[in-house]
């Protein structure tokens, strides 16, 4: 292997590991491995000998960081989706009925179930709900509590 080649290689399965346990979702890990090795391999145009190691570093980096941000406003368009059923679910929905959501692009959806509403002492009405999601074929459950705002929005609390 030439030695740029072994270098960008070295690049890139470092930046895999700067991402494997931070917190990143699959998207925005994705889109920082594509950015990394696309910065890279732009970088290791420019410049020669030293300049060029340090080219296709700077290169790896910022492809890196622009790679994240575009998968991070991806799992975006997921939360709005859910966002919006959950505010039609806490509004207007029984105890027990489901408002379902689903991002056509990424596949991943959910439900929002309101299991119990209640008054807190300073009148507002809050609700528990769940919150069934199936993100890459793998579901999870999560369970909150949110309040009523004066503006008619609803807030997890919990």
Known sequence: MKPMKLV??????????????????????????IGAGVGGLLGSTIGGGSGRLAATAAGTVLGLA???????????ADR?????????????LPV???AEWSNPDSGNRGSITPTRTYQVAD???CREFQHAVTVGGKSEMAYGNACR??????????
């Open 149 to 158: 705002q004066p503006d008619g929005s609803w807030r997890i609390v919990n």
């Open 66 to 76: 622009l790679g994240a941000d575009i998968g991070r406003s991806l799992d975006r």
């Open 96 to 98: 027990g009925q489901s």
């Open 8 to 33: 960008i290689a070295a690049t890139l399965a470092l930046s895999l590991g700067a991402c494997a346990n931070n917190g990143y979702g699959d998207k925005q890990t994705a889109g920082a491995l």
């Open 123 to 125: 009148g507002r009405y």
């Open 80 to 92: 709005l989706y859910a966002g919006r059923s959950q505010q039609q679910a806490l509004e207007t």
